[in-house]
């Protein structure tokens, strides 16, 4: 990269795809416009650290990296939902996690329990499953989507969610004999 003259040159070059790409992944377009920016700002913060720009070899790899991730953590926030509050939205796949002002108090704990266990499962999945996971089922995008627009073969992305699917069907198995075993 070139200083600031060839930041503003990437900027121009790469809004409109990158913006895209961003609206593509989340329903609000100043959400989308948020994340850009936020792409952009880590730009400009790797390149005025040190002078040291080596770590960006290919610069629209990068970019929509950083993008991928924004919107990962973007949706992230979203998930997190306080559960001891007694107007929880109930949704789509997350209407049996939620709680509502009629459950019980063993009820309230048991989806405390289990969110507990998904966000701690999550975590220790590596970043590339955790991702596919998320945006196909958090997110309902479907795999070729996903291929399009990260350039993964949808092959790789479909291992990569097994994996996570694999690793996540046990570790609530566990939980379940744990629960089970309790009574």
Known sequence: ?????GIR???????????SYIRSQVSSPEDAEDILQDV??????????????????????????????????????RREVPLDTEDVVC???????FCTPQDSPDTVYLRRLIWDELYAAL??????????????VFDGIPIKDISQNTGIPSA????????????LRKRFHELYDALIMQD
């Open 1 to 5: 990269m070139r200083g600031s003259d």
């Open 9 to 19: 040159g990437i900027v121009d070059e790469y809004t409109p795809r990158l913006l």
């Open 40 to 77: 952009f700002y880590q730009l400009a913060r790797v390149s005025g650290s040190d002078g040291d720009r080596s770590e960006i070899r290919r610069i629209s790899s990068w970019l929509y990296r950083v993008a991928r991730n924004s919107i990962l953590n973007f949706w992230r926030k």
């Open 91 to 97: 949704e789509d796949i997350a209407a049996t996690l």
């Open 123 to 136: 975590d220790e999945l590596p970043p590339e499953q955790c991702e596919v996971f998320c945006m196909t």
């Open 156 to 167: 790789t992305l479909l291992s990569r969610k097994h994996y996570a699917v694999k690793f």
